[in-house]
């Protein structure tokens, strides 16, 4: 599986962002898709998941702010981020999770920064 990510870039405070990640590749036919981040000297951390059905869960830093949502047919997972804050500044990580055989099996995209700045 290959996932690229895209939409990152500067923004100021109180902005939006719209983040894509496109799959391809052996896609697990049911799957739960991410989307994680990395501030600098921290920690790799969940913002939100999205299930092949559409249920979704998020990090409580980002309730009510960013929206995940995915469009299955284009193999396609989108984060739209809106109020950003400072705190929002990192690398934004796509994750694609699947099963098959009881084996779980996680594919990552190369990440895109998310700067958040006046």
């Known amino acids: 599986v290959q996932l690229q990510a895209s939409g990152g870039g500067l923004v100021q405070p109180g902005g939006s962002l719209r983040l894509s990640c496109a799959a391809s590749g052996n896609i697990f036919s049911i799957n739960v898709m991410g989307w994680y981040r990395q501030a600098t000297g921290k920690q790799r951390e969940l913002v939100a998941t999205?299930?092949?059905?559409?249920?979704?869960n998020y990090a409580d830093s980002v309730k009510g702010r960013f929206t995940i949502s995915r469009d299955n047919a284009k193999n396609t997972m989108y984060l739209q981020m809106n109020s950003l804050k400072s705190e929002d500044t990192a690398v934004y990580y796509c994750?694609?999770?699947?099963?098959?055989?009881?084996?779980?099996?996680?594919?990552w995209g190369k990440g895109t920064q998310v700067t958040v700045s006046s």
């Open positions: 994750n694609h999770r699947g099963a098959a055989g009881g084996v779980v099996t996680d594919y």
């Open positions: 999205i299930t092949y059905y559409g249920s979704s």
